[in-house]
Structures are given as structure tokens and as C-alpha cells.
């Protein structure tokens, strides 16, 4: 080596400073690249993505290529350095040469293409694949026996081969990613997003109506009275009992009493004979799980029962997909019945509104974990049935109760954040 002319040898060191930068470069943007982006792209037969999709699926092959070849290239960098050192200044520029060299490698080889490499990881790792793969196919043998040499001693200190698919997000992983979606995904969308991610959160007790608001058809009632309530029911669909809702017969479709109205042939019998069979929900059921029951049985409504049979209450298909949508009805009058706002700032909020709700139109953070209305949040917080005109402050946020009826909070009068109101137990 002695006999190569030094511009020779500069050409050479310089290719492998390059060379080291190629490494360096390549081993960052494989590993920094975007995976699902990535499979995106392959499944659209993009050649670089396929290209570096086969290479990251075995990565310790990946990664023992590169770094056989990245140091090698050093190494040979450095031995080629101190020639041309001596050769300039004797044995004194080799100790030049070590310095001169370190900071060269860190600046061209190391930080300045993997910095690079970071910020445009496709743009580098697809073109890099085109050297990358041929040369793990020609440098097989010698990598396959670093590797093995590797993941023996990684077992002899007890760490197994990881696995090597390890890239499955979870549902808070993937509620993360859409929260950092940004401008990517409409804000409506991410919305919508995340509540399908929250179905399997939530069963339905959470968002049944409770079973002293359904609203049905007495079959023992006069029939003029059973008449005007089918005329004059906002529901489609009606259970239909006898004395108590605990004795639910059928459920009754209105749209299919139309012919009996038209022929005046309205009769308790004919009403019973229309009605379809219950369909019953355990209450601990997921949301996620009862959406394709619905769907499974061709259900859109259901009762609610607990472990002993009874009826707690009423979902329906709506208030499930009112859980990813938002709230929707036909009845622009009937959306937020039960929160009033004041022109003082002030909201008067039924004490029946289900805390899962009203965390939704105020944009709290309530606990669903336990009571699921706002009265047995509060009886639950103050621990007796309170009188009106008592003001608490429920995790955080100022309240008044405005009216007790039948020893349940009937209307609560929300403030305004800025009026912070002591809590008075009674």
C-alpha cells in the first residue's frame, strides 16, 4: 500500500468516509421509517416499499449487514488514514490521523446522514434497499453466522428472540394516533374515531334509557287512551305491558298499526297479535358486542335486565350509534331536553341526565366507572337525599340543586366555572 500515490489514497479514503455515511444513513431510515405507512405502500406494489418491507422483516439480518459493512469500511478508512499519515509526517501523524479522522466520520459518516435520514426516511431507505438487499444476499453466510453467533450469547444471559411482529397497536396506542392526527383527519372524524375505539368501554347500562323513563303501551288501559298515545308517541317503536313494565308482552311497531287506524279495527287483541317478541339485553353487555348482536338477531331495540331477570331499562340501535355519530333525531326540538342554558351562563340540567352525557355537552371528565346519572352522582358525593337550594362543588365544577322530587335531585342549576361555591353538606 506503500507504493499507491497519495491522491489515490485520498480518492479511496475519501469513497469509504462516503461509503461509512451509506451505513450510517441506511441503518437510521430503515429503523426510523414509518411501518404502517410502509405496508401501506407495499400492498400498492410500491417496489422500494416491498423492497424494505423483506429487509425489516428479519432486522437482525438487516441490521448485521449494515453494520458488517459500516465497519469494515471504518476500519479500512482508519488503516488507509494512518498510511497516508505517516507518509506526510512519520510516525507523529498518526496520532493526527486518529483525531483528524474521529471528527471527520462523526460529521460525514455519522451525524450529518443519519440526521438526514431521520427527517426523510423513505427518501433514503428506498433508494439505500437497492444496495442494501443484494448485498445481505451476497454477504448471506457471513451474516447468518454473526447473527447466530450473536443470539447464542443473548441466550446465554436469558433474552429470548424477540418476536417478530411487534408493531400491533393497541386501542390506546391507536386513540393516540388519532389524537395526533391533526389536520390529517377532520376533527368531526377523529371524533367519530374515537368513539367507535370507546364502544368496548362502555355497556349498555351506560346508555340505556332507565326504566322509569320508558315510555309504553298499557294493554290493560281504556283503548282511547292506548289510541291517543299511539297517535301521539314520538317513538317508533313501544314495549307493550301490562300493569308494569316487569310483565312486558311484545314490542310494537307503529308503523304497522297504520292499516288497523285506517280500518278503524284497533282492538286490544289485534294490538297484542301485532306485537313482536322481546328482545332482552344483559346489562354488563359492551356496546361493541350488543352493536352485532343488533345486527346478528336484526334487532333495533332491546330490554335491559340484570342478573335476576328484571328490567332496568331500554337501548336501542340509536343510542349506540349516537355513542360514535353523536347525537341525531328527526325532532330538532328534542335534541338536549334535558340541559337548558341561561343567559346568565348558567345550564339547569335534569338530574336524570346520564353522566356520560353531560361529561359530552360540557366537555367534562365526570367518573362513569359508578352511578350513572348526574342525581346518583351527587347522592352518591353528598351520601344522604339533599334539600334544594344546596350547593356542592362536584369535581371541581359549581353546582346548585334546584328541586327534589320523589327523594331524587330533579333539576341541578350548573355555574359557571368562575363562581366557585363552597361545598355545604347538610
Known amino acids: 500500500m506503500s507504493d499507491i500515490p497519495i491522491s489515490v489514497l485520498f480518492g479511496i479514503l475519501v469513497f469509504l468516509i462516503l461509503s461509512s455515511g451509506f451505513f450510517s444513513a441506511s441503518e437510521t431510515s430503515m429503523m426510523a421509517i414509518n411501518r404502517y405507512r410502509l405496508r401501506h405502500l407495499a400492498a400498492k406494489k410500491h417496489k422500494g416499499a416491498l423492497r424494505v418491507n423483506q429487509l425489516l422483516a428479519r432486522p437482525d439480518r438487516l441490521i448485521g449487514v449494515i453494520l458488517l459493512g459500516n465497519n469494515f469500511v471504518n476500519i479500512l478508512a482508519s488503516s488507509i488514514a494512518t498510511v497516508i499519515a505517516i507518509k506526510w509526517m512519520g510516525e507523529a501523524g498518526i496520532a493526527v490521523a486518529a483525531a483528524l479522522l474521529t471528527v471527520v466520520i462523526l460529521i460525514f459518516s455519522?451525524?450529518?446522514?443519519?440526521?438526514?435520514?431521520?427527517?426523510?426516511?423513505?427518501?433514503?431507505?428506498?433508494?439505500?434497499?437497492?444496495?442494501?438487499?443484494?448485498?445481505?444476499?451476497?454477504?448471506?453466510?457471513?451474516?447468518?453466522?454473526?447473527?447466530?453467533?450473536?443470539?447464542?450469547?443473548?441466550?446465554?444471559?436469558?433474552?429470548?428472540?424477540?418476536?417478530?411482529?411487534?408493531?400491533?397497536?393497541?386501542?390506546?396506542?391507536?386513540?393516540?394516533?388519532?389524537?395526533?392526527?391533526?389536520?390529517?383527519?377532520?376533527?368531526?372524524?377523529?371524533?367519530?374515531?374515537?368513539?367507535?375505539?370507546?364502544?368496548?368501554?362502555?355497556?349498555?347500562?351506560?346508555?340505556?334509557?332507565?326504566?322509569?323513563?320508558?315510555?309504553?303501551?298499557?294493554?290493560?288501559?281504556?283503548?282511547?287512551?292506548?289510541?291517543?298515545?299511539?297517535?301521539?308517541?314520538?317513538h317508533t317503536r313501544l314495549p307493550l305491558y301490562r300493569e308494569d313494565i316487569d310483565n312486558a308482552i311484545g314490542m310494537i311497531h307503529l308503523r304497522k298499526l297504520v292499516s288497523l287506524f285506517k280500518h278503524n279495527e284497533l282492538t286490544k287483541a289485534a294490538l297484542e297479535k301485532s306485537a313482536h317478541e322481546l328482545y332482552f339485553v344483559p346489562e354488563g353487555t359492551p356496546l361493541h358486542t350488543q352493536l352485532l348482536n343488533f345486527q346478528r338477531h336484526k334487532q333495533r331495540t332491546g330490554l335491559v335486565v340484570n342478573e335476576y331477570g328484571d328490567i332496568q331499562g331500554l337501548v336501542t340501535l340509536e343510542d349506540i350509534l349516537e355513542e360514535i355519530v353523536g347525537e341525531f333525531t328527526t325532532n330538532p326540538d328534542a335534541l338536549n331536553l334535558d340541559i337548558h342554558p341561561q343567559e346568565d351562563g348558567s345550564c339547569l340540567v335534569d338530574g336524570s341526565i346520564t353522566v356520560r352525557e353531560l361529561n359530552r355537552f360540557m366537555q367534562w371528565h365526570l367518573p362513569t366507572e359508578g352511578p350513572k346519572t348526574l342525581n346518583g352522582l351527587i347522592l352518591e358525593y353528598l351520601e344522604i337525599i339533599p334539600e334544594a337550594d344546596t350547593s356542592l362543588l362536584l369535581e371541581g365544577h359549581p353546582m346548585e340543586i334546584i328541586q327534589i322530587a320523589h327523594k331524587a335531585v330533579k333539576t341541578v342549576r350548573i355555574l359557571p366555572e368562575s363562581k366557585r361555591l363552597q361545598t355545604r353538606r347538610q
Open 110 to 234: 455519522e451525524v450529518t446522514p443519519k440526521t438526514i435520514a431521520a427527517l426523510h426516511p423513505e427518501k433514503v431507505a428506498f433508494p439505500a434497499s437497492l444496495i442494501i438487499k443484494p448485498l445481505l444476499k451476497i454477504l448471506y453466510p457471513l451474516v447468518w453466522a454473526l447473527n447466530y453467533m450473536g443470539n447464542s450469547l443473548l441466550k446465554l444471559f436469558g433474552i429470548s428472540e424477540p418476536n417478530k411482529d411487534q408493531h400491533h397497536l393497541s386501542s390506546e396506542e391507536l386513540r393516540t394516533v388519532v389524537h395526533e392526527a391533526g389536520g390529517i383527519i377532520p376533527k368531526r372524524h377523529q371524533q367519530m374515531l374515537l368513539g367507535i375505539l370507546d364502544l368496548e368501554k362502555v355497556s349498555v347500562e351506560d346508555i340505556m334509557i332507565p326504566r322509569n323513563e320508558i315510555i309504553g303501551i298499557d294493554i290493560n288501559a281504556p283503548l282511547d287512551v292506548i289510541s291517543q298515545q299511539l297517535a301521539t308517541s314520538q
